[in-house]
Structure formats: C-alpha cells, structure tokens
C-alpha cells in the first residue's frame, strides 16, 4: 500500500493508490486447472460409450467450471485503488477487470468499514445485495464504504481504509444545491 498523499489541506494533486490482497484465492487456480484438463482429456481421449449428447455435456460443463474458477482467481485475488483529485478508481485482479471509475462528484460521503467480510456479501469478487449495495470483496478486514448522491453504497476491501477515507473526505465537494 502507498499513500502519496502529502498535503491534506493544499490543492489535491496528489495520487493516493492502495490494494488489497487474497492469497487464499491462489489455492483454487489448481481446482480450476484441474477441470480444465479433464475436460480436455475426455474430449481427446474418450471411451464413452453412452452416447454423444452425455460426452459434449461433460467435455463443456468441466471446460466451463475451469475458466470459471480460473478466470475468478485471476480476476479477485487483488483489488487496486486509486484516488486522484477527480475520481476513484478500482481494478481488480491481474487483469485489471471488472474496473469501475467513480467521479469524485458522485460521492456523498465516505466512511471506514472496520469489517468487511465475504460471508456478508454472499462470497468473493464484485458483489451487488439489494439492502446493502455494490461491492468488491477480496478478503476479510477493513474496507471503505462510499455513500453515493443517488443513494447507492459501494464497498471496497482494502489496506489502511482509514487513509484512503480521509484522502477521499478531503477532496469531497460540498453539497449540490437542490434549488
């Protein structure tokens, strides 16, 4: 994590970056791999003698399910964010996908969440739950939650979320007036 932010009270040209990190998730690129082969290995090397319709589904139903998990572990094994004086920025995984940009101008608000936890937003990866919001969710721990002018959340997990709130507070405009 890098806070390039020096100055809180002087014009905000400063970019503060910050990530965090699931090492877990690296225990599941096996898994994938694993479907990967022996969906390539049936459609190669088959003595299926039930029929071709049983055979296609397997050979696509594990291809499938390997991708799946492997593209997962690329894309959710890390989230990058970055805050400049206009908006911030999230990307994830080594890909760089799913990525959203948020205006600066959009946001209300922004506040510490101590806990964040894959278990209450239903798993890893980029997660929308209609009472809590939207979320990008590589592990357990503190993250930062934006409150949005439209009324929706966005959840980040990241490291030193404390930091990242006080950048984006600091850089916050005030209020649209609705008159």
Wanted: net charge positive; glycine share 10%.
């Amino acid at each position: 994590m890098r806070d390039h932010s020096r100055s809180e009270t002087g014009p905000h040209t400063e970019v503060w970056t910050g990530r965090a990190t699931n090492r877990f998730q690296w225990l599941l690129a096996p898994v994938g791999a694993a479907c990967l082969a022996l969906g390539i290995e049936l459609a190669v090397d088959s003595a299926w003698s039930s029929g071709v319709a049983p055979l296609v589904m397997s050979v696509v139903g594990c291809i499938a399910a390997g991708l799946l998990v492997l593209f997962g572990t690329l894309a959710f094994v890390h989230v990058a964010v970055r805050v400049d004086r206009e908006s911030l920025e999230v990307r994830c995984g080594h890909i760089g996908l799913p990525r959203r940009r948020i205006p600066l101008a959009h946001v209300a608000g922004a506040e510490f969440a101590p806990h964040v936890t894959p278990r209450h937003w239903g798993g890893w990866g980029y997660r929308w739950r209609p009472e809590k919001g939207t979320a990008v969710v590589v592990r357990r721990g503190e993250g930062i939650v934006l409150r949005l002018w439209d009324g929706h959340t966005f959840t980040i997990t990241i490291d030193n979320a404390e930091s990242a709130v006080r950048v984006i507070r600091a850089r916050l405009r005030p209020a649209p007036d609705p008159a």
